[in-house]
């Protein structure tokens, strides 16, 4: 079974190896008589809730991103099973979780509003015209 260790996520984060638990049990996927014999899918869980190395800023905006990975204990759920070998298995898992915390620390910048030029103004007036003459053209002919 490999040996947690700390996860480096950006230059100045490193999840701490207390917060992160593994769990090998046996996978669904490829194998042959062998997915009967050998535990290679990797569960993951990271202690989002008591982890100190994350602000509660960015512990929300994972909640928020990700809702359906986290379990009642309020701890991050990262499954791999692509692979019949455990230890790729485990690294695809820590790569995830590295994805999922890179995508919460990511901030869209605020959205700047802007006004529509005249010009576009003026072609939707016109547009508006045009399909309510049209439609009012429709109409019964009286003689």
């Known amino acids: 079974m490999p040996v947690m260790s700390p996860l480096p996520i950006a230059d100045h984060l490193v999840l701490p190896a207390e917060d992160l638990s593994m769990r090998a049990v046996r996978s669904s996927g490829p194998g042959g008589q062998n997915v009967n014999k050998v535990a290679s899918k990797v569960e993951l869980r990271f202690d989002l809730s008591g982890t100190r190395v994350l602000s ?3 512990k929300e905006r994972v ?3 990700f809702p359906n990975r ?3 204990l ?3 759920y990262v499954v791999s099973q692509k ?3 455990q230890h790729k298995n485990f690294e ?3 790569d995830k979780l590295r994805r999922i915390v890179l995508a919460a620390l990511r901030r869209d910048p605020p959205r700047v509003a802007t ?3 005249a010009s576009a103004k003026r072609r939707r007036v016109a547009d508006k015209r045009h399909v309510a003459m049209k439609k009012a053209s429709r109409g019964r002919i009286d003689d």
């Open 92 to 94: 695809d898992a820590r």
């Open 63 to 65: 909640r928020a991103l």
């Open 74 to 76: 309020g701890k991050l």
């Open 83 to 85: 692979t019949r070998d």
């Open 70 to 72: 986290l379990d009642a």
């Open 56 to 58: 509660e800023e960015i």
């Open 115 to 117: 006004k529509p030029k």
